[in-house]
T-cell receptor
């Protein structure tokens, strides 16, 4: 049972344009959502997060939007740069304690110069 | 610099052998986790530990074992019972005020 779903395995975008990565979840107990970026043969690095009490969080070129009623979140990257080419994982967790984080299957983003 | 160290980076195992992957952290985090990455399947949780001398099975624990004798260390043993051990293994840790994980750089295990 895939509780966090990333339905697009890959995405290609021109440099300078917007990249939009989507994520859906099924578990209504999730209260905290994260995006991680991963290069080949490396561990994922934290990118941006959002709690369920917000619908938007922005950090530089990265913005995450959360639609709780639709159980959907998205990551916007503007403008996209070639160095953004990586696999992006959406993840979700409950709040508090050391609750485990559930990851999606990832979306491979390619930014074309 | 605080972080998580996984070793070795590459590991080759013969069929029928047990191998142990090392994970050490100096972040003073209580919780530690092992994930496995396979193409098209994202990150799947193998085992996790929230405190020393205690650990729980994740979603795919069969064929794996762990120990947590020290706060800093959470080694993972891939036993001969694991039917398809070739994968990229990631260790992570989490502190009380950090809802996200800090990951190590991973170990690529290949069965030969």
């Amino acid at each position: 049972d895939q509780q966090v779903k990333q339905n697009s395995p890959s995405l290609s975008v021109q440099e300078g344009r917007i990249s939009i990565l989507n994520c859906d979840y099924t578990n209504s107990m999730f209260d905290y959502f994260l995006w991680y970026k991963k290069y080949p043969a490396e561990g994922p690095t934290f990118l941006i997060s959002i709690s369920s009490i917000k619908d938007k969080n922005e950090d530089g070129r990265f913005t995450v939007f959360l639609n709780k009623s639709a159980k959907h979140l998205s990551l916007h990257i503007v403008p996209s740069q070639p160095g953004d080419s990586a696999v992006y994982f959406c993840a979700a967790s409950g709040l508090g304690g050391y609750q485990k984080v559930t990851f999606g299957t990832g979306t491979k983003l390619q930014v074309i110069p | 610099d605080g972080g998580i160290t996984q070793s070795p980076k590459y590991l080759f195992r013969k069929e029928g052998q047990n191998v142990t992957l090392s994970c050490e952290q100096n972040l003073n985090h209580d919780a530690m986790y092992w994930y496995r990455q396979d193409p098209g399947q994202g990150l799947r949780l193998i085992y996790y530990s929230q405190i020393v001398n205690d650990f729980q099975k994740g979603d795919i624990a069969e064929g794996y074992s762990v120990s947590r004798e020290k706060k800093e260390s959470f080694p993972l043993t891939v036993t001969s019972a694991q039917k398809n051990p070739t994968a990229f293994y990631l260790c992570a840790s989490r502190g009380p005020s950090n809802y996200g994980y800090t990951f190590g750089s991973g170990t690529r295990l290949t069965v030969v």
